[in-house]
């Protein structure tokens, strides 16, 4: 499947996308369904890219990651109250890490799911038992 769709803009758009996603999570429901979020939404891109353009995980991981660095350098830039400054050392600085390991892994998978349907599709010769 050829696509005319660049992995590295797609992937920031998905990681901007789904940090604000997650952030909406840690509205609703706290900091560590925040960091569990971010973590699985990585998963899903690092697959979704994985699977279908040939990029190594760790670029995946890296590329993913650029939105949540720049969202805790603002954070950090912003906060004024020390409940600000503690979330963002508490909480906001393992998002990035989070979403780097988790879009890696989700590299990893989407890879190892690319080669063994390229394997089965190239696969030759008599039928088993012929």
């Not at 996308?17 to 999570?25: H, P």
């Not at 990029?55 to 990651?65: D, F, K, N, R, S």
Request: aromatic residues 14%; hydrophobic residues 50%.
């Amino acid at each position: 499947m050829k696509s005319s769709i660049r992995p590295v803009p797609l992937l920031l758009f998905l990681s901007v996308v789904f940090l604000i996603a997650s952030y909406r999570v840690y509205d609703y429901a706290g900091p560590l369904l925040f960091l569990a979020s971010g973590m699985v939404f990585a998963c899903g891109t690092g697959w979704i890219v994985g699977r279908n353009w040939l990029l190594y995980p760790w670029q995946i991981g890296v590329i993913t990651a650029i939105p949540s660095i720049l969202f805790v350098l603002w954070r950090f830039y912003t906060g004024t109250t020390p409940e600000e400054v503690n979330q963002n050392i508490s909480t906001f600085i393992f998002h990035p890490l989070t979403v780097l390991i988790g879009a890696h892994f989700g590299g990893l998978v989407g890879r190892w799911r690319a080669l063994r349907r390229r394997a089965a599709s190239t696969r030759t010769g008599p039928p088993a038992g012929s």
